[in-house]
Every structure is written in C-alpha cells, then in structure tokens.
C-alpha cells in the first residue's frame, strides 16, 4: 500500500522558514513527479512548486526566490525549503506524487494528508 506522509509544518513568524518534507513509501517502480499545492482557507487549491524526476522544477511566481523543491531519489522523499515566510503563505500544503507501481502501470496519483503552515505578522 502506497503512502504519502507529510511532515515539517508548523506556526513560524513572518520573515522565518520551515522545511516541508513528503515521503513515499511503500513500493513503486519509478517516481515521475513530486508537487506541493497548498490551499489557504476560503480559496482553491494551488500549485506552489514541482520537480520532475529528471530534475527539472517549476513555481508559482507568488514563491520564486522564497521556496526551494528538492527530491532525494533514494528515499523517494520530496521536500520544500520555504524561506522569508509571509503571512500570505499561511494555507494547508499538500504533498502531490505522480509514480508507477510497476514497469508498464498507469500512473498513479497520489496526494498527502496536508500539514498547516501559519505564518505570523
């Protein structure tokens, strides 16, 4: 059985940082893309970050220069770096994987159970 456990969230000031870590377990032949959506109270969900298994990564311009994805492949581990926090930033991240089960499978696509980042003023 296949799970995403989200963990590093918590209450931080404005101008502080937290780091944001998903990890995949169970088993899976290969891990396509890791993601990180959040959604603040009375707003829709939205993509804040991804990385593709190649490397390759994308943001939203509202975190460019703030928050940083990373992946270790060996641990099938996602993780977000997010610096100079605002208040804004203040929502429920969700942790989103795209991965096979097995050589040939469809993708599969997974999301973590959030965890609440607040940020003070």
């Known amino acids: 059985q296949v799970q995403l456990v989200e963990s590093g969230g918590g209450l931080v000031q404005a101008g502080g940082s937290l780091r944001l870590s998903c990890a995949v377990s169970g088993s899976i032949f290969s891990l396509n893309l890791m993601a990180w959506y959040r959604q603040a109270p009375g707003k829709q969900r939205e993509s804040v970050a991804a990385?593709?298994?190649?490397?390759?990564?994308n943001y939203a311009d509202s975190v460019k220069g703030r928050f940083t994805i990373s992946r270790d492949n060996a641990k099938n581990t996602a993780y977000l770096q997010m610096n100079s926090l605002k208040p804004e930033d203040t929502a429920v991240y969700y942790c989103?994987?795209?991965?096979?089960?097995?050589?040939?499978?469809?993708?599969?696509?997974?999301w973590g159970q959030g965890t609440q980042v607040t940020v003070s003023s």
């Open positions: 989103n994987a795209l991965f096979s089960i097995s050589y040939g499978a469809p993708i599969s696509d997974y």
């Open positions: 990385m593709a298994s190649g490397g390759g990564t």
